[in-house]
């Protein structure tokens, strides 16, 4: 059984960074952008920056620490949703190394234009941060794509723990169920066991009347008639 402490954590960290996955991916999935006349374009490069600039911090430090927690607390779920687990901690690291250090300076550039009088390499600037989005937007989803995945053999590792626990208790009782039937067998045609432990457990019962204290029973040839 997962730890329920576990399933909360890695629910949260799925559910931000596939926030995040899906809205980079957006992005690029509209091409359309790159078409827009200059003045638009560096417009609404600018009113995305306001936009998320005040979200994307929290969002990605929340999923970083959150996805620290899954890795820790995934490390005795074996070594694939472990290993799975780093690897998404670590691509979403590379993601926001490369938002600060790369995109972030760009988008600061962009934020000192004016939008009717862009400078002479506004374009080639332009042109970087797709790029750079682009290799962003691969990491970001490889990582919410891991995370799902160690999410899928956890709760498949668990099920057939959980089947074989069941098995182990089923043959327990018919175990159980079988020697009590054969106690009752032997009481009806009058046997008792020869060994003095069989004796005990045998003589309790029948002063009890129940059955469920004989569990210990040497075998068939164990036995020899007794008279009342």
Not at 3 to 21: D, N, W, Y
């Amino acid at each position: 059984m997962r730890p329920l402490s576990l399933e909360i954590v890695r629910l949260m960290a799925t559910l931000l960074l596939g926030l995040f996955a899906g809205g980079v991916f957006f992005t690029v999935l509209a091409p359309s952008l790159r078409s827009l006349p200059g003045p638009a374009y560096v417009r609404y490069w600018q009113a995305l920056n306001i936009d998320y600039g005040r979200a994307m911090p929290a969002l990605l430090l929340t999923c970083l620490a959150l996805l620290l927690a899954t890795c820790v607390m995934s490390y005795q779920r074996g070594w694939l949703v472990f290993g799975l687990s780093v690897a998404a901690l670590l691509l979403l690291a590379a993601t926001i190394v490369l938002t600060v250090t790369q995109l972030e300076p760009l988008n600061q550039l962009a934020n000192s234009w004016n939008a009717d009088q862009l400078p002479a390499g506004w374009a080639d600037a332009r042109r970087r941060w797709w790029t750079l989005h682009t290799v962003r937007t691969v990491m970001a989803v490889t990582a919410f794509a891991g995370l799902l995945v160690a999410q899928a053999v956890d709760q498949g590792g668990s099920e057939r723990a959980d089947a074989l626990d069941s098995v182990v208790q089923t043959a327990q009782v018919s175990s159980q169920s079988s020697t009590i039937a054969f106690i009752s067998l032997l009481r009806l045609r009058g046997l008792e066991p020869r060994t003095s432990q069989s004796r005990i457990a045998w003589r309790k019962s029948r002063r009890s009347g129940s059955e469920h204290n004989c569990v210990e029973v040497a075998g068939q040839d164990d036995y020899s008639r007794v008279r009342d």
